[in-house]
């Protein structure tokens, strides 16, 4: 159960493995991402989560982000929001 203001991240591996071989992001460094950005919406998340994958860098594979964000008490009311590139 997601409680207001809350938000739960999916992504495909293309987020985690824009820049592979040369880095590689791990759950930790996406838990790090996401508590850095915590304030922004689910839109301005994904975006985020996306730049910094990347960097300046094409990404090597797709990349879906898809974040559920509660937006009233109880989570009765989620806002979804998705974002996908190709490569």
Avoid: M
């Avoid at 159960?1 to 071989?21: F, I, M, Q």
């Avoid at 040369?22 to 730049?51: C, K, M, N």
Wanted: hydrophobic fraction near 45%.
């Amino acid at each position: 159960e997601l409680r207001e203001g809350e938000k739960l991240v999916l992504y495909t591996d293309g987020l985690t493995d824009a820049r592979a071989p040369d880095a590689v992001l791990s759950e930790p460094d996406l838990a790090a991402l996401i508590e850095e950005a915590r304030a922004l919406t689910g839109q301005e998340l994904a975006q985020f989560l996306e730049s910094r994958a990347t960097g300046d860098s094409d990404a090597r594979d797709d990349i879906a982000i898809l974040v559920l964000e509660a937006v009233s008490p109880g989570a009765s009311a989620l806002s979804v929001h998705y974002y996908a590139t190709t490569s």
